[in-house]
Structure formats: C-alpha cells, structure tokens
C-alpha cells in the first residue's frame, strides 16, 4: 500500500513529468512518449489526487494544459482560455461523466442528457477570430491563455475562409465570433509531402522528414516564412468557439451547423444523441471506420449539448465539465530492444530510454521509447537483445507494455549507480523512484540543463539564446552561472566565430529585456525543485515582491535550523514535523509541506544563496500587480450551509470562485458570510453567534448576478 510520503512524493514526480511533456508535445512539437504513456501518468497522478485530495499540488497537472508559446513567433492572449479536456478510456467513464452532469445540474437520475459526439482529430489547436465576418487574428493554443499569431500562415490554408458567408440577410454572422478547431495533415498528404521533400533533397541522407502526421501539420503552421505554411497541404475542421458577440443558437449542435453553413469544415460525424448508450454506439462505429479515415483521430469528443447547461457546468482547473475525449486503445507491435540508454536531466535525474530496433506503428517509424525508472526494468525484467512488445495511441514515441523474452533468473538489468555524464555516486532517495546524480553543480549535464532551463520560454524567455549557444558559452567558460548570461556584451560575442554585429546586437538587447523578469518567472527559473510554474505564480501572488518572498524564506531557515529533534522522535518523524512547520510560514494555498520543505531547503545552501545573490547584482523581479474581479464577496470567505434547491454544491463553490471568493468548510471569526439553505443547523447557530452575515440562496443569487 501507498504510503502518504510515498503519494507526495509521487506526485511531485508526476507533476515534473507530466510538464516537461506538455512543454515537448504542445510547444516543440518533438514528444518523448506516446498517448497512451502520457494518459497513464495522468490517471495515476489523478488516481492518487483522489485518494490523498490533502496532498494535491499548486502545480498538478489537473490544473495545466499544454505549454507556454514558443519565442518565434508573436504571442497573443486568448480573449477566453483554451482548454483541454478530461479523458475517458473506457465506457464506464462514459457512463460516470454523463452521470456527474445529472449530479451537478441536480437533475434526475433518469433525466435525459442529449449530447454532441465527433471524432477527435490529431491537429494542431488554432483559433481564429473573425470580426463582422471577416478573419482578423489566428492563434495556436499555446498554454491554454496565451497563443502565437499564426494569422498569415492561416490565410494560406483553403479550408479557412477570409470571409465568412452570410446563407441569406437575417442570418448575418455575428460581429465577433471566434472558431476554434483544428490544423491538421490528411494521412495521403502527409505520405505525399514527405516524398517530396526526400525528392527536393539535395542529400537524401539529410531530407527532411516528418515522423507523422501531426508533426508535419504543427512544423508547417508554425513558420515564420507563411509561404512555406502555403507549400504544405493543410487543412482545418472546426469543433467549437471562443469569445463571441452572441451565439445563433442554444445548442451544441445548432451553433456548430451553423459554422458549417458560414462556409468553415465541420467533421461530418458531428451528431446529436441522446445520453451515454447512443453516444458510445457512434464510438464503435468510428472506432470501425478509424483505419479508413483520411486524417488521424484518437477518440471522439462528447459535449452536453444545452448551452445554458455548458454555462452552469463550467469549468475545472484545466477542463470544462460539460466535455470529455473518449480515447481509443493503442495500437500495438513487436520490435527488438536494442540497447539502453540514460540520460542525466536538470535535476540530476537519471532515465533510461530504450533504443528499438525500428518498427511502423499505425504507420509511423519508432526507434525509442521511455523507461521511465529502475523499477519499470525491472518490472519489465528487460535486456537488450530482448523481444518486447510497444504500443502507440497517437503520433509519438510508444511504450514498452511487454518482454517476450522475460528471463527471472537473470536478475535486474543493472541500472548504473554513477552518473554518466560526471562519475558521481547516484542514489536513490527513501520513497523515490528516480535515481540522481549527486553532483549538482559539478555535473556538466545539470549546470547545462539548469543554464537551459533559466533561459527557457516557461521561465525567462530569452530569445535567441538556446541550447547551442548556452553549451557553447559554457564549454568556453563564458557562462558558468545564471548571472553571466547578463555580463555578456556585444565585444565578447564579436571576438566568437559565427556572431556578426546584428545577431550580437539582438542577443544583447533580448538580455538586457529580462533584467525586471516577472517574480514567479524569476523564481521558477532558478529550478527549485517541485516549484513549478503554478507554485512559483502563487507564491508571487502571496508575496507580490522579492523583498517580501525573501523575508519569509530568511524566518523559514532560522525556524528550520532552530527545530530540535525530540527525544524518541524518528529522523523520518523529524522531517516530516520541520516540513509541516515550514509550510505554515510560507502560508500559500497549494503550497505543502513537501514544496515548502524543497523551496527552504533550496534557499538555505550556500552555493545557491551566493548564486541568486550574484543573479541580483545583475537584475531585480519586478513587483506583483494583482487583479481581481469586483465583486461584493472578492476577498472574502463564504461558507455555504444547509440544502442548496437551484443548484449543487460544487456549483455554488464554483460560483463563489469565480468571484475572487475563497470558500471554506467551517465556520470562524475568519468567515465573512454563510449562505445559509433549508436545515441549516450548528454552522447557521454559530455564524449568528458571531455576528457573522448571513443570506439564503435567493440573496446569493443576487450577488452572483449583481456581479456579471
């Protein structure tokens, strides 16, 4: 059985995994892992959620979707968030969702719930945003608030009109309304591009070729010249909307057929279809017709039909509660593992990767595939040399799910106990899975990756200076610590091959940019140890400054080097104690003990405290400047009482959310009002003890819709 140490520490492996995928899949379009790996680290870190929901993290990747844009292109806010959604892997789940929609809207167990039902096709998210029916901005998802501007790429696709069509003159497009679908390469396209490119090669040996489809389809919208965009062959299916001035009609289904009748492609196995029964029926079906469709799917999307349903449903973390993507198995093959690999990350974290003998999987070549940890070859009992059998549930690299040549009695392949990259011991810490190299700053492959990770786009986002570059300037000795990157000038650059005056000149300006980074950036950048972005934008949001941060960190060590292990107290005990006294110092939602433990720690080294006292001699966070909705509850702790009549409970704390509101449990001198329903009992006797306010439904109703 899991223990709670063991489930925290999961997750914050799960978490740090499950991002660095989002940021390889969503925003360089080069992914380490198939979908179906990928989905499985999401069901087991959503497992684990729900059975510790104490220990859900500020940066848990139920909170996340996709990854910030990438430096080339021009980013641009989403007027309303791009979304992922939740996954269904079988029909039970099915079942359950439709059924989450009958508990939250309180309707009956049998009330009927029509829904949509499409395939999920494997593209590249993009929005376009028509302004009286003309397009004036296309964007990628990015990370779900803020895109790239894709506009003039978007104009090359034929499928994506510069005008909508207006069927007749009552029927107008709205003044603003905004398609959101997909980007994506048609299978005999893509087989047709990748010809083409070998034929235009002038060394066969080095054409380019795209691993598949989706590839092939991100890689092309996403160039700076739109006449390369305008060479590839691609298409676009819509599947919803964003922002929009008014909608033409109270259905799912109705807005999405009218969509189609302004000229832009709808899947034309979009239908409606009453609860789960008819829904999966047209699974199976296209599950039938997948292998003859002219695009990759890997699933088909249900959405609750009634818009006005959609609005009072709403939305979780990352996905909206009125959709789910039922996902379809992976496809299977068996292939030859050739060797193993491992390779050292920013942490120190050695992983191991499977090098295949190559094999088409629903026609796509793979060569490699993650291992993941010491336990999973070992649950494996795989050696080079054996047969294995991986499979593929979209367009990336698979996973190994079995050894045909399992062998018991040859033992464990012998996972290293140094690091490759510098000879230092790897261990493994109680409870982990993950073995490190214990060289920190002594290891070339972590002082790199950490270089790496300070200028990345999620942290400070320095354009131009990427992987090469800091490796060359570490190899030379120019950059051995974050604050070198800002003592570069345009004479040391010029005295390098290769730099001519105009890309010194851009480099050196794309520097002196980020000497007032963002405080979450700043702190996400130093790559503290579970302090993901999410942690990092929270702590920001708590402290506003790096003054004020810096104050708490500095009381957090003098607390932790004053704790005292009490006698009979165990070393594990110990920790665990000093953890949970940590985190109530750093007093931030989301922030446990763990975090807090990782974050003081980090600060409390010396060789990290001197290098983010260098790092400021060379540029200063700039303050948080905080916004939140008006309201007559914002910043203020609701409680709700009693049986709420007009809607559920998740959807009154969903509400009170929305409006800056934070909602407890219990009843306090902290409270500031109880919404109190029919058999309301010690918390109502207590909140008018008190003094507290106190308001029933009707009165809350009020303050929900005094504030839209």
């Known amino acids: 059985m899991t223990t709670e140490t063991q489930a925290a520490e999961r997750l914050a492996f799960l978490a740090a995994e499950i991002a660095r995928h989002n940021a390889l899949y969503h925003g360089e379009d080069a992914p380490e892992i198939s979908d179906a790996d990928y989905d499985a680290l999401m069901r087991e870190n959503s497992a684990l959620e729900i059975e510790y929901p104490h220990l859900v993290r500020a940066d848990s990747p139920s909170r996340l979707v996709g990854a910030a844009p990438s430096g080339h292109l021009a980013k641009v806010p989403h007027a309303q968030p791009m979304l992922s959604l939740d996954n269904a892997f079988a029909d039970e789940d099915v079942t359950d969702f439709v059924g989450r929609v009958r508990r939250y809207l309180n309707l009956a167990a049998d009330a009927p719930v029509a829904l949509t039902a499409e395939p999920k096709i494997d593209g590249l998210s993009c929005s376009l945003r028509y302004e009286k029916g003309v397009l004036v901005l296309a964007a990628t998802r990015g990370d779900g608030a803020v895109g790239e501007d894709v506009t003039a790429n978007v104009r090359t696709i034929d499928d994506i009109p510069e005008r909508l069509k207006a069927p007749d003159l009552l029927d107008q497009p709205p003044a603003v309304f905004e398609i959101r679908g997909e980007v994506y390469m048609a299978k005999e396209d893509f087989t047709a591009l990748n010809t083409r490119l070998l034929a235009e090669a002038e060394d066969p040996a080095k054409a380019r070729q795209f691993a598949n489809p989706r590839n092939a389809a991100a890689g092309s919208l996403r160039q700076k010249d739109p006449s390369v965009t305008a060479s590839r062959p691609l298409r676009f299916l819509a599947h919803g909307w964003g922002d929009a001035s008014a909608l033409p009609s109270e259905t799912q289904k109705g807005v999405m057929d009218a969509i189609a009748a302004w000229g832009v492609p709808v899947s034309d196995d979009l239908v409606r279809v009453e609860g789960d029964g008819p829904a999966l029926a047209h699974y199976r079906g296209i599950e039938a017709r997948r292998a003859d469709l002219p695009f990759d799917i890997d699933g088909v999307v249900y959405k609750v039909d009634r818009l006005d349903w959609q609005k009072r449903l709403g939305f979780v973390a990352r996905a909206p509660r009125w959709a789910i993507a039922h996902k379809f198995p992976a496809e299977k093959a068996q292939t030859r593992l050739n060797a193993i690999d491992i390779q050292v990350g920013r942490t120190g974290k050695l992983t191991p990767v499977a090098r295949l003998e190559p094999v088409t999987v629903g026609g796509v070549v793979v060569t490699n595939a993650t291992l993941h940890n010491a336990d999973e070859i070992g649950r494996l009992n795989v050696w080079p040399g054996d047969r294995v059998v991986i499979q593929r549930a979209g367009d990336v690299i698979p996973q190994i799910v079995e050894n045909l040549s399992r062998d018991e009695s040859r033992g464990d392949w012998p996972f290293p106990h140094v690091c490759p990259e510098c000879g230092s011991a790897a261990e493994r810490e109680p409870g982990e899975v993950d073995y490190r190299c214990t060289g920190r700053l002594t290891c070339p492959a972590q002082r790199v990756e950490s270089l790496r990770h300070f200028v990345s786009r999620h942290a400070l986002d320095i354009e131009g200076l990427g992987i090469t570059h800091i490796e060359s300037f570490f190899r030379d000795g120019l950059v051995q610590a974050p604050a070198d990157i800002f003592r570069l000038n345009k004479e040391i650059l010029l005295g390098r091959e290769r730099w001519a005056e105009?890309?010194?000149?851009?480099?050196?300006?794309?520097?002196?940019?980020?000497?007032?980074?963002?405080?979450?950036?700043?702190?996400?950048?130093?790559?503290?140890?579970?302090?993901?972005?999410?942690?990092?934008?929270?702590?920001?949001?708590?402290?506003?400054?790096?003054?004020?941060?810096?104050?708490?960190?500095?009381?957090?060590?003098?607390?932790?080097?004053?704790?005292?292990?009490?006698?009979?107290?165990?070393?594990?005990?110990?920790?665990?104690?000093?953890?949970?006294?940590?985190?109530?110092?750093?007093?931030?939602?989301?922030?446990?003990?763990?975090?807090?433990?990782?974050?003081?720690?980090?600060?409390?080294?010396?060789?990290?405290?001197?290098?983010?006292?260098?790092?400021?001699?060379q540029l200063h966070p700039a303050d948080v400047i905080h916004e939140t909705r008006a309201s007559a509850v914002s910043g203020k702790t609701v409680v709700f009482t009693g049986t709420l009549e007009t809607m559920s409970r998740d959807e009154a704390k969903a509400q009170a959310e929305a409006l800056g509101a934070k909602v407890a449990g219990s009843v306090s001198a902290k409270t500031d009002l109880i919404v109190a329903g029919p058999g309301a009992g010690s918390k109502l006797k207590k909140a008018q003890e008190l003094g507290i306010a106190v308001t029933d439904e009707a009165g809350w109703a009020t303050i929900v819709g005094e504030s839209r």
Not at 567 to 588: N, P, Q, W, Y
Request: hydrophobic share 50%.
């Open 502 to 617: 105009l890309s010194a000149a851009n480099l050196i300006a794309a520097i002196d940019t980020k000497r007032s980074p963002p405080l979450d950036r700043f702190l996400f950048a130093l790559g503290v140890r579970h302090v993901g972005e999410v942690t990092a934008r929270d702590l920001a949001r708590r402290y506003r400054s790096w003054e004020a941060l810096k104050a708490m960190i500095d009381r957090a060590i003098e607390a932790r080097d004053a704790a005292v292990q009490a006698v009979g107290e165990s070393d594990d005990k110990f920790v665990v104690r000093v953890a949970r006294e940590l985190a109530a110092i750093v007093e931030t939602p989301g922030v446990g003990p763990e975090v807090a433990f990782a974050l003081i720690d980090f600060f409390a080294e010396p060789h990290n405290r001197k290098a983010v006292a260098d790092l400021l001699t």
